[in-house]
């Protein structure tokens, strides 16, 4: 393999495109090392994709917007392949459904990883060889790239637990247990005061400096004095919720969340359950435990996570109360062990502090009561990198703060995740806020 050299005069170093490149790669593959053939073919739900589609959607990413587009003599590695795992580009020709990923059975795990290999190899040649004109496009494209293959590899972990669970055995992702946590506290209620906040960031897409279109533009907005719980709601004050006929309270739920939870016969969060002696338990990537009071409640939709914001006598944040809160604490924030994907958890873990803005990031994505909109004078980008974002913005809600298997190094305060308001299979929390009077 040939060595990259520096183009120092672009500031762009080749050997550290290439090195970052190939070990956010390797952390994909790893992934899936305690999976069988079959665990990485099989759909469980349409919003879930197999393990095996994860790995050759994210490849098929980089040799459609890097390699076709800077490679001599590009050839796709398989004419097939565009088709069957191009996910949404509509500008970018036919796509297999959505819904049906699961039959494919050809090709195998095996020549997928074969395909990863291939365009892995010819793109760590094509950094080595690039002219230095072409390097800022193609340095720029493999971070998009690498950003992409970062939430892909969330997505895996996810979908993943979906599947298992569905699995009459529930069997384990991994061996080994949880790690058990303390009682973290009594909330503390973190104050903001009211003004003009700057949110979001202008879009950027560079090696080295790097935010979703969908973060942009910078922009003023007026915060209310307010108040955010300085930890994640837990699963023993979930549980008083449950007792106290929380899912049966009408009164408590938006109208289209009551049609949810009658329509899906909703009593508990998604993957809790009832072991023979009556107990508590919750299916984890370490297979079924017993549930963890002290842990942070997970796997909530938007519906619930508003049900009990309401019945707790509390609403959700705003994004923009969020950020203006997560803003200037996010350097010390992300330095915390267990928060992400690289803490190796794979399960939220309890702040023990809960007593600063920190505890912001991580452990849990947080529902907003933002819808996912536009920010004032947002366009997309031109061509298919305009699909990423801008197209999902509508019936959506916004998520802040990353979890326990999103990879740190994609996340910023200003970072915006969104769902539809039924989601439950993603590791969503609730972050509790109050609105108080101005003085």
Known sequence: MTTPRAASALNIDRDDVVAVYLETRRRTNALCEPLSPEDMTVQVAAVASPAKWHLAHTTWFFETFVLERFEPNFAPYDPCFPRLFNSYYTQLGDRHPRDRRGLLTRPGAGEVFA??????????????????????????????????????????????????????????YLAGEPRAHADPGPVRWLGLEEGVREIGREHACAWDDFAHDNEAPAHRAFIEPCEIGSRLVTNAEYLEFIESEGYRDRLLWLDEGWSTVEREGWTRPLYWDRDAGGGWTEFTLFGRRPLDPNAPVAHLSFFEAEAFARWAGARLPTEAEWEALAGPSWDEAIARDGGFLESDSFHPEADATGATASSLAGRLWQWTRSSYEPYPGYAPPAGAEGEYNGKFMCGQFVLRGGSCVTPRASMRPTYRNFFHPDARWQFTGVRLARSRASH
């Open 115 to 172: 395909f990863r290999d291939t365009v892995d190899e010819r793109l760590v040649r094509l950094v080595a060889r690039a002219g230095e004109d072409e390097l800022p496009e193609i340095a720029r494209l493999i971070r998009l790239g690498l950003e992409h293959e970062r939430q892909h590899q969330e997505l895996l972990l996810t979908d993943l637990k979906l599947l298992l669970h569905e699995n009459p055995l529930q069997p384990a």
